[in-house]
């Protein structure tokens, strides 16, 4: 406990990241799973749902470059904090929500917000820079898979506790559950450090980063990836649900994704230590598209299910530290969480639009046809985006240049 109150070690740090990250992350892709029965007994149309999770989307998009600026100025810990409180009180509203409001406030608002304070861009930024670039990408890898890990274990448990009490109950639980975010939040205590390079502003920083091409190119690409996970995490229930699969399954395949997530997380943890990191990128990318085109090509069973599930979940959120290591490696890790957080902006505005696109297109088609689609062609387009960005460190050779 002394070392966690004084500083604590660099592993101390990625194990309390991988945690708070697995709180977080996990319970956010179990949303999902309550699509239908709220829907159901709140006489609401699967647009509303969708709705809010496309506005939690939003919300986190919008405080993650904010939360991740005030992380690096005074500190990851508070602001993980303010996530927690954040959290539990979304899910609180959520829970006794009797209409659209207090869904697009609950899941909505508050937890996007405490998902952006307690989520990759504030607990990454001292995980990279607690460690030299040789062992970064794969340190990352190590504290993202502890959002696959989450995933996996949340879905299983949202799932039971949906059949056996009802959602209600169940969110009840998960707030519980939110709220030891919060202590957890001392073991990524720490201010932001330099990088080795010329002082720096975050101003300066900011300005380097968006007059560089290759920095937009990953907001690009990282948009896809947004569009990807909250497409499939909020309306793959529904869809099996639609084609008379029972919602154990459903959330089977979840927590299957979050197995094969921790796999693949590490898997490109250990890759971008290895290989160009936006080749690898390119490769996760083409797959995914490859993936979702075969699933809808053969018919929907248990077994079809189970092997989207998996392949989908090996390329699910290997993105997150191969990303965040360019962000890294390109303009150094003084600002990482600054500078993360607006690519993360750009993903949870994909993210936006695969929750609500999903649910529109659905109400507006009576299926996901289109939506699937579109996924597919997302992909390669971000495949081939990420090709030719170039992974050279920029040179600082002025004070603040």
């Known amino acids: 406990?002394?070392?966690?109150?004084?500083?604590?070690?660099?592993?101390?740090?990625?194990?309390?990241?991988?945690?708070?990250?697995?709180?977080?992350?996990?319970?956010?892709?179990?949303?999902?799973?309550?699509?239908?029965?709220?829907?159901?007994?709140?006489?609401?149309?699967?647009?509303?749902?969708?709705?809010?999770?496309?506005?939690?989307?939003?919300?986190?998009?919008?405080?993650?470059?904010?939360?991740?600026?005030?992380?690096?100025?005074?500190?990851?810990?508070?602001?993980?904090?303010?996530?927690?409180?954040?959290?539990?009180?979304?899910?609180?509203?959520?829970?006794?929500?009797?209409?659209?409001?207090?869904?697009?406030?609950?899941?909505?608002?508050?937890?996007?917000?405490?998902?952006?304070?307690?989520?990759?861009?504030?607990?990454?930024?001292?995980?990279?820079?607690?460690?030299?670039?040789?062992?970064?990408?794969?340190?990352?890898?190590?504290?993202?898979?502890?959002?696959?890990?989450?995933?996996?274990?949340?879905?299983?448990?949202?799932?039971?506790?949906?059949?056996?009490?009802?959602?209600?109950?169940?969110?009840?639980?998960?707030?519980i559950i939110a709220a030891f975010i919060i202590p957890l939040a001392l073991g990524v205590r720490g201010k932001s450090a330099g990088d080795g390079g010329p002082a720096q502003s975050l101003r300066e920083a900011l300005r380097e980063a968006s007059g560089n091409k290759n920095y937009w190119l990953l907001c690009a690409g990282f948009f896809v990836c947004g569009f990807h996970v909250a497409f499939i995490a909020t309306h793959l229930p529904p869809y099996l649900a639609d084609n008379d699969m029972q919602t154990m399954l459903a959330a089977t395949a979840i927590a299957i994704i979050g197995f094969f997530n921790i796999l693949g997380t590490l898997a490109s943890g250990w890759l971008g230590g290895k290989y160009r990191q936006n080749y690898v990128l390119s490769i996760y990318y083409l797959a995914r598209a490859v993936i979702i085109a075969g699933f809808l090509i053969f018919p929907v069973t248990e077994t079809s299910v189970l092997i989207f599930a998996a392949l989908m979940g090996f390329m699910w959120l290997g993105t997150v530290p191969l990303t965040s290591g360019l962000v890294a490696q390109i303009f150094g890790a003084r600002y990482l969480g600054a500078l993360f957080g607006i690519v993360f902006f750009s993903h949870q505005i994909g993210g936006f639009l695969g929750a609500w696109l999903g649910g529109y297109l659905f109400d507006l088609t009576g299926n996901y046809d289109v939506a699937w689609m579109i996924a597919i062609a997302l992909g390669v387009l971000a495949a081939l985006i990420h090709w030719p960005i170039s992974d050279r460190p920029i040179i600082r050779t002025t004070e603040g240049a």
């Open 1 to 175: 406990m002394k070392a966690l109150l004084r500083s604590p070690s660099p592993y101390v740090l990625v194990a309390c990241a991988a945690l708070i990250l697995a709180l977080g992350m996990g319970m956010r892709n179990t949303f999902g799973l309550f699509l239908q029965p709220m829907s159901l007994d709140l006489q609401l149309p699967r647009g509303v749902f969708a709705l809010a999770i496309a506005i939690q989307m939003l919300a986190w998009g919008i405080s993650q470059p904010i939360f991740g600026a005030l992380a690096d100025r005074y500190g990851a810990a508070r602001i993980v904090v303010l996530g927690g409180l954040f959290y539990a009180s979304g899910l609180l509203l959520m829970a006794n929500a009797s209409g659209p409001w207090a869904l697009h406030g609950g899941i909505g608002i508050l937890v996007g917000m405490g998902t952006s304070a307690a989520g990759f861009a504030v607990v990454l930024g001292p995980v990279g820079r607690a460690f030299p670039p040789e062992k970064r990408s794969m340190a990352l890898g190590i504290a993202s898979a502890g959002g696959s890990a989450g995933q996996l274990i949340m879905a299983l448990v949202g799932g039971a506790l949906i059949d056996s009490m009802g959602w209600a109950a169940a969110l009840l639980v998960m707030a």
